[in-house]
């Protein structure tokens, strides 16, 4: 089994930063995707980004330019920058572990998913 556990979320008021953290923990091991998404109020769970066990990195259309995803496989944890936010980047943001290295942009690929942190952007 693996734990997912997320950290860094707030009420952040437009044009501000955050730094979403996710630490993996149990039987993970170094050849695991990392997957970041959201989810909006009454709106689907979306995929936001996700990074490759290499380090291969995708980033959704409507977040290229503002979010960053990192790994640390020594800690065995994930990281999202997100910068310039907007309203519309209000949700709960998840963190999700693919077994597959190679990561991929739908939700219902990846095996296991963090409890999710909230993030609010005031206009």
């Known amino acids: 089994q693996v734990q997912l556990v997320e950290s860094g979320g707030g009420l952040v008021q437009a044009g501000g930063s955050l730094r979403l953290s996710c630490a993996a923990s149990g039987r993970t091991s170094r050849t695991y995707a990392m997957g970041w998404f959201r989810q909006a109020p009454g709106r689907e769970r979306e995929f936001v980004g996700k990074?490759?066990?290499?380090?291969?990195?995708d980033y959704a259309d409507s977040v290229k330019g503002r979010f960053t995803i990192s790994r640390d496989n020594a800690k065995n944890k994930v990281y999202l920058q997100i910068n310039s936010l907007k309203p519309e980047d209000t949700g709960v943001y998840y963190c999700?572990?693919?077994?597959?290295?190679?990561?991929?942009?739908?939700?219902?690929?990846?095996?296991?998913w963090g409890q999710g942190t909230q993030v609010t952007v005031s206009s």
């Open positions: 990074i490759s066990w290499n380090n291969n990195i």
């Open positions: 999700a572990l693919d077994l597959n290295p190679r990561g991929g942009t739908s939700s219902g690929e990846y095996d296991y």
